[in-house]
C-alpha cells in the first residue's frame, strides 16, 4: 500500500443520513505505510504487528471515511521535541538503531529492554510515531483542524525518561504534549487533558507529568493489585502527582478483567467528566489503545465500539471538542479496526453505533470508583458527594478470573493456565469461560416469550427447548442449552397484525410461515401463547428461529438488549438484522417480568405490503400445528382455529 498524502476533506453531506449542505468537522488523519517496517528481526508473529494500523487505514477506506477527513503526510519528531520528556541518551540510542550494521547489536539492545523487539526500521518508525502526534496535535491547537486521528505505531505509553518498555519506544503523546506547552505557548494551549482508556496503565506518561498542574493525567485500566502489566503500584488509585501536580494524576485500577462498556461509562461519568468539567482543559490528547476491546487476546476486556464511541462523544463536550486521538496498544484486528471507525465517525458527529452489550457494572467497578472518589475529593470538589445506594445497587457480580495478561505474555501462559486449572476442584465449582459467562448472567433474568405461529403447540415449542422434531416438519431443531421446559404457560391477546408470507421455509416447506406486524393497531388482534423462559433460552430460540447457532460466545440479545427493548418498544439485534425474525419486540409486562415477541422488522413488512416479497397460505403441516396450539391452549374450537388462519391469510396488509 501506498503512503497516505497530503489531501483536502470532502463534504459528503447526502452520505449516511447526514444533511446536505451541512459543513463537517475538519477531521485530521495521519497513517504511513513506512510505520509497518517496524517489525520483528526473523519475521515471527507478535501481536504489536504492522497489520494493527493497515486493517485501520482500510477500513476508514472502505468504510468511506478517510475521504471526508484531511489526510496528513507524516513527519519525522525533531531531537529537541524528544528530549522535552526524555533524555538525550534515550533519544541517541533510539536514533543509532537503524545505523547499527548487525542485528545481534539490536537484539543485544532489545534483551535488556521490557517487551520491545527492534530490526532496522525500528528507529524511523518511532521517530514518525512521536513526529506525526506532534503534528496532529499542533493543527488542532492552530484551530486549522477541529480534532485528528494520528494511526500511529510503535505505540507510546509506556516509554519513560529514559527507557524503552511495553512495544514503546518514544512517548508519543507526552511529547505532544509537552511540545505544545513549553515550544508554542503562543497557541495559548495552558491546560491539557490527557485520557489514556488503553487496557495497560499509562506509566510512562504519568512519570512524566508527576509534578505538572498543566497536565491531568486519567488512566483506566486493568491493575488487579499490581500484578498486571506494566506491574507494580504505579497505577494504584493512590497515586495522585507530587508537589504542584498534586492531585492532577488520576487513575482508575480494574479489580479484574471483562470490564466492558458499563464499567468504562460508570468511571466516565462518575470520576472523569465531573473532572474534567472542573479543570477545562484547552484540548485533550488521547492515549487510544483499543487492548480493552472485546476480543481482545491481551485485555481480556469487552469494550465494544459503541463503548468507545460514546466515552468519545463525552469528551468532545470540553475543548471545544479538540481532541487529539493517538494509537496506542490494541491486538484483536477486527475490533481495532471496529473502534477505530466508531471513534473516527464521532470526530465528524456522524451517528453513534448500535447500543452496548452490557447493562450494568461489575460490583468491583462501583468499589473502585468510590475509592478514587474518596482518595481524590480533596482536590476536586465535585467527587466529594457519596453515590446513592440505589446507583451503586445496579451492579453485575464480580467475575471469577484465573489468570492475569500482560504485553509480553506469549504462547508460553498457556501452559500456565492449564496449571492453574488443574490445581482446581471442578467438584464443587464451576468454571467460567467467555462462552458460559453470558449464559450464567441471562439464566437468571426470566422472560415472556409471545408466540403466534406453530410454536403456540406446545410440542412444537419445546422442541427449540428440547430439541427434536413433531410431526410436518422436515428438519430437527438442536434445542436449547438450557433444557427446562416453562416455568409458566399463559394467553393472551394483543393489537398486531398476523400474516403469512415467503415461498417456503425450511421446517415447513412450501408455504408461508407466521409474522406479525411490528406496529400495533387497536384495529387488529393476534393471539399469543405466552412461554415464561429465561433470557438464556430466549437468545437460543431467537437464533434457531433466524438459523444461527446456539453455541455462541456472544449473546444475540442480552440484558442491554433487553432494556432497550422496553424503552423503545422494538428493537433489531445486529446478529439477526438480516434474518426473518429480526426485529424482537417488547408487548408490555406480565407480572413485571417482560414479554417479547420476535418478528419481521418494519422495513420486511413493507416488502411483504408492496408485495417484493410474497405473501402465501401457510403450509398444510404448519397450519395444523397452529390449529393445535389454539384449541389445545382452550382459545378456539377447530373451526374457530381454522377461520382465525384463513382471515389472516386473505385480508390484504
Keep these: 500500500m501506498a503512503m497516505a498524502g497530503e489531501s483536502s476533506g470532502i463534504n459528503y453531506g447526502d452520505c449516511d443520513g447526514k444533511v446536505v449542505g451541512k459543513v463537517e468537522r475538519k477531521v485530521g488523519l495521519i497513517y504511513d505505510e513506512t510505520m509497518c517496517k517496524h517489525d520483528t528481526p526473523d519475521g515471527e508473529d507478535h501481536p504489536e504487528c504492522p497489520d494493527r494500523i493497515r486493517v485501520i487505514w482500510e477500513m476508514l477506506q472502505l468504510a468511506g471515511v478517510s475521504q471526508r477527513c484531511v489526510v496528513l503526510g507524516s513527519i519525522k519528531a525533531e531531537d529537541k521535541h524528544l ?42 518508525a518511532a521517530y514518525l510515531a512521536a513526529g506525526s502526534v506532534v503534528k496532529v496535535a499542533e493543527k488542532v491547537a492552530e484551530g486549522e483542524l477541529d480534532s485528528g ?7 507510546g505509553h509506556h516509554a519513560e525518561t529514559d527507557e524503552a518498555m511495553g512495544f514503546c519506544l518514544f512517548n508519543n503523546v507526552a511529547v505532544a504534549a509537552s511540545y505544545l506547552l513549553n515550544e508554542r505557548p503562543d497557541l495559548g494551549v495552558k491546560k491539557i487533558l490527557i485520557v489514556d482508556w488503553d487496557v495497560h496503565h499509562g506509566n510512562g506518561t504519568q512519570k512524566m507529568f508527576w509534578k505538572d498542574p498543566r497536565v491531568l493525567f486519567f488512566s483506566v485500566h486493568r491493575h488487579e493489585y499490581g500484578s498486571f502489566y506494566p506491574a507494580g503500584d504505579d497505577g494504584d488509585y493512590d497515586m495522585v502527582g507530587e508537589g504542584p501536580g498534586e492531585g492532577f494524576n488520576i487513575n482508575v485500577p480494574w479489580d479484574q478483567g471483562r470490564c466492558g462498556d458499563a464499567d468504562y461509562l460508570a468511571a ?79 470526530l465528524l458527529e456522524d451517528k453513534e453505533v448500535q447500543a452496548s452489550s452490557e447493562v450494568y457494572p461489575f460490583e468491583s467497578t462501583w468499589r473502585v470508583i468510590q475509592a478514587v472518589r474518596k482518595r481524590l475529593c480533596a482536590y476536586w470538589p465535585s467527587l466529594a458527594d457519596e453515590l446513592s445506594w440505589n446507583l451503586v445497587n445496579q451492579k453485575t457480580p464480580t467475575p471469577i478470573i484465573l489468570i492475569s495478561s500482560s504485553d509480553s505474555e506469549t504462547e508460553d501462559d498457556a501452559q500456565g ?43 412444537r415449542f419445546l422442541c427449540y427447548i428440547q430439541g427434536g422434531q413433531v410431526e410436518g ?35 415447513w416447506g412450501v408455504g408461508g410461515v407466521g409474522f406479525a406486524n411490528p406496529l400495533a393497531n387497536h384495529n387488529d388482534q393476534i393471539h399469543m401463547c405466552l412461554y415464561r423462559i429465561t433470557l438464556e433460552q430466549f437468545n437460543d430460540v431467537l437464533c434457531q428461529e433466524n438459523g444461527l447457532n446456539v453455541d455462541t460466545d456472544l449473546p444475540v440479545f442480552d440484558l442491554a438488549a433487553l432494556q432497550l427493548a422496553e424503552n423503545k418498544g422494538a428493537i433489531i439485534p445486529e446478529a439477526v438484522s438480516n ?21 419481521c422488522t418494519l422495513s420486511v413488512f413493507e ?47
Excluded at 149 to 155: D, G, L, M, S, Y
Excluded at 279 to 296: E, K, V
Excluded at 429 to 446: I, N, Y
Aim: charged share 20%; proline share 6%; net charge positive.
Design 149 to 155: 486521528f494520528a494511526i500511529v505505531r510503535p505505540p
Design 579 to 599: 434474518s426473518w425474525y429480526g426485529s424482537v419486540v417488547c408487548l408490555g409486562k406480565e407480572c413485571d417480568i417482560p414479554i417479547l415477541t420476535m418478528t
Design 473 to 507: 416438519m422436515k428438519k430437527a431443531c438442536v434445542g436449547s442449552m438450557d433444557k427446562s421446559p416453562p416455568k409458566e404457560i399463559v394467553w393472551e391477546t394483543f393489537p398486531h397484525r398476523l400474516f403469512f408470507g415467503r415461498e417456503s421455509s425450511p421446517s
Design 83 to 124: 528530549q522535552l520528556v526524555h533524555t538525550k541518551d534515550h533519544v541517541n540510542l533510539v536514533k543509532t538503531l537503524s545505523t547499527k550494521q548487525k542485528d545481534y547489536r539490536r537484539n543485544k539492545i532489545a534483551s535488556q529492554l521490557n517487551s520491545i523487539y527492534l530490526n532496522g526500521s525500528s528507529s524511523e
Design 417 to 459: 493456565l492449564l496449571d492453574q486449572m488443574s490445581k482446581l476442584s471442578i467438584e464443587n465449582h464451576q468454571v467460567e469461560t467467555a462462552c458460559t459467562s453470558w449464559r450464567a448472567d441471562l439464566a437468571k433474568v426470566d422472560v415472556w416469550y409471545a408466540s403466534f405461529g406453530s410454536n403456540m403447540w406446545k410440542p
Design 268 to 346: 466516565w461519568d462518575h470520576i472523569l467528566i465531573p473532572v474534567a468539567r472542573e479543570f477545562n482543559p484547552d484540548i485533550i490528547l488521547l492515549s487510544a489503545g483499543f487492548d480493552a476491546a472485546i476480543g481482545d487476546p491481551l485485555g481480556g476486556c469487552r469494550v465494544t465500539p459503541y463503548g468507545y464511541s460514546v466515552m468519545l462523544k463525552k469528551l468532545m463536550e470540553f475543548a471545544h471538542g479538540k481532541i487529539v486521538m493517538a494509537l496506542e496498544g490494541g491486538y484483536n484486528l477486527a475490533s481495532i479496526a471496529k473502534s477505530s471507525l466508531a471513534c473516527v465517525q464521532v
Design 607 to 653: 416488502k411483504f405490503k408492496s408485495g417484493e416479497i410474497p405473501l402465501k397460505p401457510p403450509a398444510k403441516a404448519y397450519a395444523n400445528t397452529f390449529i393445535r396450539g389454539l384449541v389445545e391452549g382452550g382459545r378456539f374450537s377447530e373451526e374457530e382455529a381454522e377461520a382465525y388462519i384463513d382471515k389472516a391469510a386473505s385480508t390484504p396488509l
